[in-house]
T-cell receptor
Framework: GQQLNQSPQSMFIQEGEDVSMNCTSSSIFNTWLWYKQDPGEGPVLLIALYKAGELTSNGRLTAQFGITRKDSFLNISASIPSDVGIYFCAGISGGYQKVTFGTGTKLQVIP | NAGVTQTPKFRVLKTGQSMTLLCAQDMNHEYMYWYRQDPGMGLRLIHYSVGEGTTAKGEVPDGYNVSRLKKQNFLLGLESAAPSQTSVYFC???????????FGPGTRLTVT
């Protein structure tokens, strides 16, 4: 089946630093979603992207839908302690049953 | 407006026992989904529903059954639990194809 390679797998950063993570695939997706999951909670939607090349922001978060439709990027600016969690990307390729999730990037912020 | 809720939050089963997980959403969404999350494997789709009275298999359906008798509820059943079904189960709902999905808080199931 389709796979999403998400990198990095984990990262430690200092509070105030900017963060970048990405998701790549060998398949094309029509929609890219970025979620954040806190320990013991369900994933919470951060940003949804629907068009190739689209750049969308949500506060300090910015995500981009890659031009090739095979990748997506998430940036977090000026990180704060509450940014700690696992970030998942998800790609939708044309049907409700074809949602593929990445394996997540675990972010830890050092105060 | 509670969004997506799941019951129970935790459960321990013995091999061979059965149970039902309940998912409820108050957003009037047509689409509902059940996923399992295992360490290092992300989320995998078990079953989904595109409307009341309809269900379909996802990526890993074996050992599970589902029902969608009411639009707001989606039930996941394990008829004979196995240790391989130890996982965290998430329900999600969405407005339609290619639209974002909203997740519940999860049910942590352990099968001994």
């Amino acid at each position: 089946g389709q796979q999403l390679n998400q990198s990095p797998q984990s990262m430690f950063i200092q509070e105030g630093e900017d963060v970048s993570m990405n998701c790549t695939s060998s398949s094309i997706f029509n929609t890219w979603l970025w979620y954040k999951q806190d320990p013991g909670e369900g994933p919470v939607l951060l940003i949804a992207l629907y068009k190739a090349g689209e750049l969308t922001s949500n506060g300090r978060l910015t995500a981009q839908f890659g031009i090739t439709r095979k990748d997506s990027f998430l940036n977090i600016s000026a990180s704060i302690p509450s940014d700690v969690g696992i970030y998942f990307c998800a790609g939708i390729s044309g049907g409700y049953q074809k949602v593929t999730f990445g394996t997540g990037t675990k972010l830890q912020v050092i105060p | 407006n509670a969004g997506v809720t799941q019951t129970p939050k935790f459960r321990v089963l013995k091999t061979g026992q059965s149970m039902t997980l309940l998912c409820a959403q108050d957003m009037n969404h047509e689409y509902m989904y059940w996923y399992r999350q295992d360490p290092g494997m992300g989320l995998r789709l078990i079953h989904y529903s595109v409307g009341e009275g309809t269900t379909a298999k996802g990526e890993v359906p074996d050992g599970y059954n589902v029902s969608r008798l009411k639009k707001q509820n989606f039930l996941l059943g394990l008829e004979s639990a196995a240790p391989s079904q130890t996982s965290v189960y998430f329900c999600a709902s969405g407005a339609g194809v290619s639209y974002e999905q909203y997740f519940g808080p999860g049910t942590r199931l352990t099968v001994t």
